[in-house]
């Protein structure tokens, strides 16, 4: 009788392991420490099917690479702080918008990823927001790929792919700098909208891709005849 007792707590306690266990490898977006202005450090490995909500406070999120958010709402919400993402080769899905901003300056660092939108796949809402986009793709089925939305922003894309209904690259409103390097391809469906759009401000589009010495002519004159602020 000893014996069926105790074989009935060891089977017990084991059950409890694989549950907490499994709620541990569940959440694989962890808080790993503060930043100085009172926020979250917060460093994303493996799979995570949870939404990021962001404080309120300066937030460090870091997806490491092979991570990967995948969501049936918004993955990454930003708040109010001046918050900053790095993301090194890893994978945003969300069945709306992928990166979301309430307000705060904020600080985008996409590098070698590719994210994959129901909506606009970044949406930096209100804030000076400095949006750098590199080695990447970003398959966007909303009107916008980046929404840079009010305030002065800077969107920086080299060896990029991004894809919207509308307009793949949207500065909004504001005085926004728009800097285009090497390997850049924008569309939309067919050829119904512009692949940049400036609206309001004063804004400064730069094409800084590298050309030969002896195209430079041919693409600057390329260039004006298509009027890019048109």
Do not use: H
């Amino acid at each position: 009788m000893r014996k069926v007792i105790y074989f009935s707590q060891t089977i017990l306690f084991v059950l409890i392991l694989s549950v907490l266990f499994s709620q541990k490898a569940q959440s694989q977006c962890i808080v790993v420490g503060a930043t100085p202005g009172g926020g979250e450090e917060i460093v994303c490995t493996g799979n995570e099917a949870n939404e990021l909500i962001a404080t309120d406070f300066p937030d460090l999120i870091t997806l490491q690479p092979g991570s990967n958010i995948t969501t049936a709402g918004q993955s990454i919400r930003l708040q109010a702080g001046d918050d900053t993402i790095n993301s090194s080769n890893a994978s945003v899905t969300s069945d709306s918008i992928c990166i979301t901003d309430s307000s705060g300056s904020d600080n985008i660092n996409i590098a070698g990823s590719n994210i994959t939108c129901g909506f606009d796949c970044i949406n930096g809402a209100s804030g000076d927001d400095n949006i750098i986009i590199s080695d990447s793709i970003l398959q966007c089925d909303g009107p916008s790929g980046i929404n840079g939305a009010s305030n002065n922003d800077i969107i920086n894309l080299e060896n990029v792919q991004i894809s919207a209904n509308i307009t793949p690259v949207n500065a909004a409103s504001g005085d926004d700098q728009i800097i285009i390097g090497n390997n850049v391809l924008l569309t939309t469906p067919g050829d119904c909208c512009a692949n940049i759009s400036c609206s309001s401000g004063f804004d400064t589009l730069t094409f800084a891709m590298i050309v030969p010495a002896g195209q430079l002519a041919q693409l600057s004159a390329q260039l004006a005849s298509a009027d890019p602020y048109g």
